[in-house]
């Protein structure tokens, strides 16, 4: 057996806890993130984990890091996440364009890679509630810009013993996004629009988490709060399995040998999906560089460019709404681990965060970064990717993806790097119809973006997903818009 992995927050180390009660927890006390106290390395060979399909890899790699699940209760969460919800049985299928590998993490229920981690949240959450008794009803509150909350909303909804509140930037999001989440069946979901950002959206339900009067007032209630955001380490857990999955069918199909280097592409928000990816290199998977792709909010290519992470600048709002990030939590993840897993190191530059908007890491820890590549690109260039691949190749990506594919052009022009590249594409181009087609050259004003869905699906012959097709009618469920500083009070009026 395989040392046990336990779980400490990010700001302050003591009080270590079990993977089960920090899925419960989501956020620590002190506003800090769950990270583990060590990480484990993959105990099969990739040679071997080739053989397996996806359910199998995810399962060896989620039970190095979550081990207080037992075997069964593991499989269990598996089996009923990664099924038929996925309209492939590859789950993570692998297209080849362009001189570069796209992993398609967009098959699931709501066409964006959030579902990867969102199918199988609910599960692993409802497991640690039964493994640690919990009487309390689960309220997950979530901040989203765009993707998480529909695919958390898809995840929880009529789930029992839970209910989930969303709050979304009611101007920072795409038609079809909104829709997903306006229409959400379920009498145990909640999906409020606020006047502000996603940086508002997440400092608000950051600060609702960390009121300790809140949480005494809601457990006499008899709920608890958890979150579905990346903050949450069950999130983050089952998306290391899809970086190894993906090495292993390039070993598979003989794109590369035994031990080879590839280097990954991530466009990169909040800063999870690219986390993962350090994470499974951590674990043992031969990743070189970890491209971190952003778009005009490129807080993290200059963080990569000077040390220095600097929020105070105007947020933009651009075509690749799940990327327009100023605060980008799961940096905190790494901050820590750079300084040594120091938590009082990580407290500090967070206060600093918190207060002036900024902080500058020491030249040592700069020196762990090496590994990482920051990049990022133009509106201008993130439409001309999305044309010229798909003129070069038939294939067509949606704008984040894009992003990440300009910045690996751009990677390779500046460093002659040859190596064999995993470019981790986030989201159906469905999802982002209009910029999409605006991109081709074939955007129209006139129609809307389910119009606009159509006409995409001639151009690229590609069906459109059951996701948009089945929002397209569907009854508006959720109307309710709040200020930024009322979202307490309509987390207490859903509650009551
Ligand atoms: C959430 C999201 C991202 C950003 O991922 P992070 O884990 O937040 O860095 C990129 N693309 C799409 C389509 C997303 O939904």
Known sequence: MAKEVLYSSTRGAKG???????????????GGLYVPDHIPQ????????????????????????????TEEELKYCISHAYDSKFDTEEIAPMAEADGAYYLELYHGATIAFKDMALSILPYLMTTAARKNNVKNEIVIL???SGDTGKAALAGFADVPGT???????????????EQQMVTQKGDNTCVIGIEGNFDDAQTGVKKIFTDPELAKELDAKGFQFSSANSINIGRLVPQIAYYVFAYTRLLKEGRIADNEDINVVVPTGNFGNILAAYYAKSMGVPIAKLICASNSNKVLFDFFQTGEYDRNRDFVLTSSPSMDILISSNL????????GNNAEKDAEYMAQLAGA???????????????????????EETFATIKNVFEKTGYLMDTHTAVASSVYSKYVEKTGDKTVTVIASTASPFKFTRSVMNALGKGDDSKDDFALADELSVVSGVEIPEAV????????????????????????????
């Open 357 to 379: 908007g900024k902080y500058e890491i020491t030249e040592e820890m700069r020196s762990k970064l090496t590994d990482f590549f920051g990049g990022y690109a133009t509106e």
């Open 469 to 496: 097709t089945s929002i397209r009618t569907a009854e508006i469920r959720h109307k309710t818009v709040v200020d930024k500083s009322e979202m307490q009070k309509a987390v207490l009026d859903f509650l009551a």
């Open 332 to 339: 905190e993840r790494l901050i820590y681990h750079i300084a």
């Open 142 to 144: 979530t901040a989203t």
């Open 42 to 69: 993959l105990e099969k060979s990739l040679r071997e984990l080739a053989q397996m399909g996806y359910q199998d890899v995810a399962f060896e790699v989620m039970k190095l890091l979550l081990t207080d699940y």
């Open 163 to 177: 209910r989930i509140i969303v709050f979304y930037p009611k101007h920072g999001v795409s038609p079809i996004q």
């Open 16 to 30: 270590q806890i079990k993977a089960s009660e920090a899925i419960l927890k989501g956020l620590a006390t002190d």
